[in-house]
C-alpha cells in the first residue's frame, strides 16, 4: 500500500470539514496507517452486498 | 454488623433488612456516603458527589417504605451513574474541561427509571474524557481498590471501582468498546453489555451512536440483573440447568494474553464442567479484523459528534482525545461502510456458532489490571486491550464479565459470557451460577476491608 503523506492528509481533512496544519497532519500519520492497514485486510473480504446499514440480527428473534 | 458487612451486602439482603426494619434507607445512604468521604481521594471515582439529592431521595424511600409504597428491590438503594448520563440540576461533565460546569436541565430516561424505582444517587462517577481514549487531567485516573496504584480500567472506571469498593451498590456504565466490561474485570465485579438497544439511550451523551450501550455494573450478576430490569424497563429472568448445557470457548489463546489470566479462566471453565456443562472451542472467521472494524466504525462516528468543539475549543481535549477526534476526519466514508458491513458478515458467524452453543466464554481481557489506561488506537495495547469486548459491540450481542479468580498481585481476572440477542437474562444466569460455583471469586478488595 503506498504511504500516506501529510499533504494527502491534510487535503482529506480539509475536505472533510477540519482545517489543521502541516505538522499536525505529519503527526497524524503513525495513528492512521494502522486504520487504513486494518480497511485493507477487511476489503480482501468476501462480503458480496449485504447492507451496511440493515439491522445486526433479524427482527424476528426479538421478543 | 461492621459498617463495610452492610455496604458490601447483596441488593436483595439490603432490600430484604429495610422490609424487616432492621435498617432503614437513610442509615445505610449515611454510611455510604461517610465510605465515600473516607476512600474517594484514594481512588478517585466520583467526580461529583451528591449528598443533598441522596439524603433526600433517603428519606423519602424511608417515608414511603413506612408507609407501604414498596417500588421493588431497587428502593433506598445507594447507586452512582457515570458523568456522562445526564441527571437534572446537577452537573455531568463527561470527564471534560469542556463541559466542566454542564448542568443538563433534563434527566436521562436511565436516570428517570432508577428515580421511579426509589433508587439513591449517591454521585455521578469518573470516565476517560467523553468515554473516549484517556483521562482527561483535570480529572485524573480512577484507581483500583485491589490495588490503588493501578487503573481501575475505563472507561466506566469510577463506576467499577465505587461498586467494588462498597461506594455504592450498583452502577450504570456505557460502553463501546467494552467501557463496562474492561473496568468490570479490573475491579473484580459484574459488568454487564446489554444486547444493543435494549437501555435507552436518551440523555447519555454519545460517543459512537452504532457501538454505544448502556448497563449496569453490580457486585453479583443478580445485582446486575436487578438494575438491568429498572434502566431497561422490561422483564429479566430465566431458569438454568447447566447440566448438558452447551459452552463454546474463543479466544483463550493469543500471545498478548497473561499466563495467570488463562489460568483462571481454565479453572473457570473447569467449573462448568464439572457441573456438568459441555466445552467445545470455537472459531470465527475473520475475528482478527474486528479491532480494526471496531474503530473505522468508531473513529469517524464520534468525530461527527465532537466536529464543532474540535474547531472552537480544541485546546481544551486532553492530547489524545483530540488527536482521535482529528482522526476520524480522514477515514473515507467506504472505509467506514466496508466496516459496517463487515459487522453484518460477523454478525451473522456469531449467530451460526450460536445455533450449536448456549453461550460463548471468553477471558474478558487478556490481562490483569495495568498502571494505566492503555490508550484505544489501532495496533497497540489499547486496541489489545479491546480485543476480546469489541466484537460484541461490533455485533450487538449481550455480553457479561464477571470475576473468575486472581492473577498475581491478587489483581481480578474477569471471564466473559455472551449469549444470542435478547438472551440477556440467560448471560446473567449463568453469570450467577458461575459466582455460586466459585465462591473464592468473591474477594473483598483489601482497600475496602480498611
Known amino acids: 500500500m503506498q504511504s500516506l503523506s501529510a499533504e494527502l492528509v491534510l487535503e482529506v481533512m480539509r475536505l472533510a470539514g477540519l482545517e489543521i496544519n502541516l505538522e499536525r497532519a505529519r503527526d497524524l500519520i503513525p495513528a492512521l496507517q494502522p486504520v487504513f492497514d486494518g480497511d485493507a485486510g477487511i476489503a480482501k473480504l468476501k462480503l458480496g452486498t449485504p447492507s451496511a446499514v440493515s439491522d445486526l440480527w433479524n427482527e424476528a428473534s426479538r421478543e | ?101 454542564h448542568v443538563p436541565g433534563q434527566d436521562a430516561v436511565i436516570t428517570k427509571r432508577l428515580e421511579a424505582a426509589g433508587a439513591v ?98 457486585r453479583s450478576s443478580e445485582d446486575a440483573r436487578l438494575m438491568l430490569e429498572v434502566i431497561s424497563d422490561k422483564k429479566c429472568s430465566t431458569k438454568l440447568e447447566l447440566k448438558g448445557m452447551r459452552f463454546g470457548i474463543l479466544q483463550r489463546e493469543g500471545e498478548e494474553m497473561q ?17 456438568g456443562a459441555e466445552l467445545v472451542t470455537l472459531k470465527i472467521p475473520n475475528l482478527e479484523l474486528a479491532d480494526a472494524a471496531l474503530l473505522n466504525v468508531l473513529l469517524p462516528e464520534a468525530s461527527v459528534i465532537h466536529a464543532d468543539w474540535l474547531a472552537s475549543r480544541f485546546e481544551d481535549y486532553a492530547p489524545f482525545t483530540r488527536m482521535q477526534i482529528e482522526l476520524g476526519f480522514a477515514v473515507p466514508a467506504v472505509t467506514h461502510v466496508r466496516a459496517q458491513q463487515y459487522r453484518r458478515h460477523l454478525t451473522r458467524q456469531f449467530l451460526e456458532v450460536l445455533n450449536d452453543v448456549k453461550a460463548i466464554l471468553s477471558p474478558t481481557v487478556a490481562f490483569v489490571a495495568p498502571f494505566e489506561d492503555p490508550v484505544f488506537a489501532a495496533d497497540d495495547a489499547g486496541a489489545t486491550e479491546a480485543r476480546r469486548t469489541g466484537p460484541y459491540n461490533l455485533t450487538g450481542l449481550p455480553a457479561l464479565s464477571v470475576n473468575c479468580g486472581f492473577g498475581a498481585h491478587g489483581l481480578p481476572v474477569g471471564i466473559q459470557i455472551v449469549t444470542r440477542p435478547f438472551e440477556d437474562a ?24 480498611a
Open chain 2, 121 to 218: 444517587l449517591v454521585g455521578k462517577t469518573n470516565l476517560l474524557e467523553f468515554a473516549y481514549g484517556i483521562v482527561h487531567p483535570d480529572y485524573g485516573q480512577t484507581n483500583n481498590p485491589f490495588d490503588p496504584t493501578r487503573t481501575a480500567g475505563g472507561s466506566s472506571g469510577g463506576s467499577a471501582a465505587a461498586v467494588a469498593a462498597g461506594l455504592c451498590f450498583a452502577a450504570v456504565g456505557t460502553d463501546t468498546g467494552g467501557s463496562i466490561r474492561i473496568p468490570a474485570s479490573y475491579c473484580g465485579v459484574a459488568g454487564f453489555k446489554p444486547t444493543y438497544g435494549l437501555t435507552s439511550l436518551e440523555g447519555v451523551f454519545p460517543l459512537s451512536w452504532s457501538l454505544d450501550h448502556a448497563g449496569p455494573i453490580a
Open chain 2, 259 to 275: 499466563p495467570e489470566v488463562t489460568a483462571a479462566f481454565d479453572a473457570a471453565c473447569a467449573v462448568l464442567e464439572r457441573a
Open chain 2, 1 to 101: 454488623m461492621s459498617d463495610i458487612g452492610l455496604l458490601l451486602k447483596s441488593i436483595p439482603e439490603i432490600a430484604a433488612m429495610y422490609r424487616a426494619k432492621q435498617l432503614s434507607p437513610l442509615e445505610l445512604t449515611r454510611l455510604t456516603l461517610t465510605r465515600i468521604e473516607q476512600l474517594n481521594p484514594s481512588l478517585n471515582a466520583f467526580i461529583t458527589v451528591t449528598s443533598e439529592k441522596a439524603l433526600a431521595q433517603a428519606t423519602r424511600a424511608e417515608q414511603q417504605l413506612a408507609s407501604g409504597i414498596d417500588r421493588g428491590l431497587l428502593h433506598g438503594i445507594p447507586i452512582a451513574l457515570k458523568d456522562l448520563v445526564d441527571t437534572a440540576g446537577i452537573r455531568t461533565t463527561c470527564g471534560s474541561s469542556i463541559l466542566r460546569d
Open chain 2, 426 to 449: 440467560l448471560a446473567l444466569a449463568i453469570g450467577s451460577a458461575l459466582e455460586d460455583l466459585m465462591p473464592e471469586a468473591r474477594a473483598v478488595p483489601k482497600l475496602a476491608r
